[in-house]
């Protein structure tokens, strides 16, 4: 397992009141399936998710990361659940369903994930709520699942082969010499990525100064900001709500005002956040709210490969300006300053070097840092392409994939944005004392609206 895969279980080791599970729900047309015929289609692409019949073992003594090892008695129905809502099975019903379900933690004497088949959506439609720890999948390592598990078509591909038998599960000893490799390899590895880099000198300074100026900018961002109701202590229950939006209109806001994909949802979410203090009756000020926002570093021809591969920006978002053309303008201004500070490279180059630091020292500073009081990044904002075409669950239509992404520290709430075909979810995680979030949901649609508007 990576650092950065462990990091994830630190992290829940840490906090007693925190799940580092991610999730989504993808809505289906059409009636649920069964629990049996459900199982078997599944049980068909398992072969192509190894991890979904491994569980992690931890290296005594920490003296190596955690590692994936085969579950001998994996019980594929032991990760299956079926649930009800009761009526009228809209979104206030599943929503509170999946505040729950993300409440609870993952079993880690088994695999780390479980799906949670939903059957009374009103319309004629279910549910599947994937629930995946971090340590697994990042998001677009999470979205690539679903095209494993579902289908391009409405007719289902046939079963995958086999898969091999599982290996015998390490012992504690065995577990533990492995771990002593590692760290008797790790001088080895620092030489050979000292020569890589010497090897090609310019190449090793402009890492360098990017790890420099980069890193100077993350540990600049990490100044406590002032006090607001959107940190401090949290609790294990969770709520969550949906805003919704449309892959045409942010393209449209675009072109018309300038700036990416990416920079005109994080303006709404701006907005939002902005509603959100207002109804509180506090006064957005401009270092109020920074959030973190994960960035892929996958290469080319790495899409398929599970695990994290991300770094981040920290950028402070302008709930201080009122008006959305200027607060986009603003948005937009901040996130190029990231990048312009290499922000992204220099939380890559970290990432890289946690590889050739001893484990128990890397496993210690993650503790460290997640019990630390820390309150200058106060929230997440994570955005994720999903499929542009049309997937299939057994024949049935995927409406809708809403995504949720965990929250740590002191942060309140996190943002999740996904995409699929023409529609925008926005799924919104907040603790037990967040009671307003709907706020911040129709904050973030207003926004979009009146920026795709003729008017704006």
């Not at 462990?6 to 999730?23: G, K, N, Q, R, T």
């Not at 398992?46 to 019980?75: A, C, E, M, S, T």
């Not at 990432?351 to 840092?369: K, Q, S």
Request: proline share 8%.
């Amino acid at each position: 397992m990576s650092p950065l895969d462990a990091a994830f279980l630190e992290l829940e080791d840490a906090e007693p009141e925190v799940s580092m599970a991610i999730a989504s729900i993808a809505v289906f047309a059409g009636p649920v399936p069964g629990s049996d015929e459900f199982a078997a289609h599944l049980a068909g692409r398992l072969p192509l998710i190894p991890r979904y019949r491994q569980k992690v073992r931890r290296v005594p003594l920490d003296l190596g990361p955690p590692v994936w090892v085969d579950d001998p008695h994996f019980v594929l129905e032991h990760h299956l659940v079926r649930v009800a809502l009761p009526a009228p099975g809209g979104d206030a019903q599943l929503c509170a369903l999946m505040g729950r379900v993300m409440a609870t933690r993952l079993d880690r004497d088994r695999p780390l994930w479980r799906y949670w088949i939903v059957e009374g959506l009103a319309g004629d439609r279910w549910a599947l709520i994937s629930q995946v720890h971090h340590c697994m999948v990042d998001g677009v390592s999470g979205t690539d699942l679903y095209r494993d598990v579902l289908d391009p078509g409405p007719v289902p591909r046939p079963p995958a082969p086999p898969a091999a038998a599982p290996e015998r599960e390490p012992s504690r000893a065995e577990l533990m010499l492995l771990g002593a490799r590692g760290l008797l390899a790790l001088p080895v590895s620092a030489v050979r990525g000292a020569g890589a880099l010497l090897a090609r000198p310019r190449e090793g300074g402009q890492r360098l100064a990017a790890l420099v100026r980069g890193g100077t900018a993350l540990l600049g961002s990490l100044r406590a900001g002032a006090p607001s109701s959107l940190t401090g202590s949290r609790h294990r229950p969770r709520h969550y709500a949906v805003a919704r939006g449309r892959v045409a209109d942010v393209r449209a806001i675009r072109h018309r005002h300038g700036g990416t994909f990416n920079d005109v949802v994080l303006a709404a979410v701006t907005a939002g956040f902005r509603a959100l203090l207002l109804a509180r009756g506090e006064e957005p000020t401009p270092d109020l709210v920074r959030t973190l926002v994960p960035v892929s570093v996958r290469a080319r021809g790495d899409e398929g490969e599970r695990g994290n591969q991300v770094s981040l920006l920290l950028p402070r978002l302008p709930v201080h300006v009122a008006d959305p053309r200027e607060r986009l303008a603003r948005t937009v201004a901040e996130l190029e300053s990231c990048k312009a500070a290499h922000e992204a490279e220099a939380g890559a180059l970290l990432t890289e070097l946690a590889r050739l630091e001893p484990y128990p020292l890397v496993a210690r500073g993650v503790r460290w840092a997640s019990r630390s009081d820390q309150r200058a990044v106060v929230t997440v904002t994570t955005d994720v392409p999903g499929p542009r075409e049309t997937l299939y669950g057994l024949g049935r239509e995927l409406l809708e994939i809403i995504p949720y992404v965990p929250i740590g520290s002191t942060a309140q709430i996190g943002v999740s944005i996904m995409s699929y075909r023409d529609g925008l979810a926005i799924g919104l995680t907040g603790d037990e004392s967040v009671e307003d979030l709907d706020v911040l949901a129709r904050g973030i649609e207003s926004e979009l609206a009146l920026l795709s508007g003729d008017h704006a």
